[in-house]
């Protein structure tokens, strides 16, 4: 059987050794490089046969009281200094950007509304600091870490449950539930009672197409039970249906704010809670100049 060919020995390079290279070069001293390396002049004289013994070369050789680079060592010297710095961005990160030279596409997966309420700011926030970046709004489906480990997703943005310890979370607002009714409602224009909220039939808004929430059980709570004949996938879809029936739906307030336009809305006769839109994000992208400017730009918008 034939045994793939190993790497030869003098490939294999200590990143180390490159570096005392390039501080001895620049400081011109062993003294010199040992203190930017924060090592004793006895580790860096090792330092500095190991890299003769490498390199074939003296690399320094005494002229008078101080040390000076052969001619190898010099023609090294500028490409050394791209080499380890290169080493020390990826080591480090890239640093700040400037997003008006970023050419990179983004995929926000959203939840029902965010769009509507937050997607004309982030698209104009976006056009403006980085005229070359292309943004994707996805709709939710199932929570799914998957596509934000392997990058098909940059952003997961809406009410997220448990998803991992390896994912990233941060709160972006805070929103509470409204009712909402058509102009000319025969609810509209007065106090609307929980007895009067349970008369009229409802529309919930579900991805998975349940009629029951948080909104029964505080009615429970008073005795009432309304009833839900219809149940939608998304706010937008809520809203137009009520905006042509005597059906109540309830709905988030900033999330929905854009499409309630021309109808009534209401605060809830019972007692909800408040619900967390948050993004998620993979933490690989953490230290991600481009990432960590999108998530500041998003924040920004919401807020």
Known sequence: MNRPASV?????VDMNLLVALDALLSEGSVAGAAQRMNLSAPAMSRQLTR?????????????????????????????????????????RGEGEIDPAMLERSFCLRTNDGFVAAFGAAIATTLAREAPKVRVRFAPQGKEDVAPLREGSVDLDIGVIGAMGPEVRLQALLHDRFVG????????????????AFARFP???????????????TGLAVLGFTRTVSVAVANFADALTLVRSSDHIACVAARLTEPLRDGMVTFDLPVKTDAVAISMAWHPRFDADPAHRWLRSRVRACVR
């Not at 909402?180 to 007895?195: C, D, F, M, S």
């Open 8 to 12: 030869a020995p003098s490939f294999l």
């Open 202 to 216: 409802h529309v919930s808004v579900s991805r998975r197409g349940r009629f029951e929430g948080p909104v029964d």
């Open 51 to 91: 890299i003769r013994h490498l390199l074939r070369d003296p690399v320094l050789v005494r002229a008078g009281r101080s040390l000076v680079p052969t001619p190898r060592a010099e023609a090294l010297r500028e490409r050394l200094r791209r080499l380890v710095l290169d080493a020390e961005a990826v080591i």
């Open 180 to 195: 909402v009714i058509r102009q000319g409602h025969p609810l509209a224009g007065g106090p609307v009672t929980p007895e």
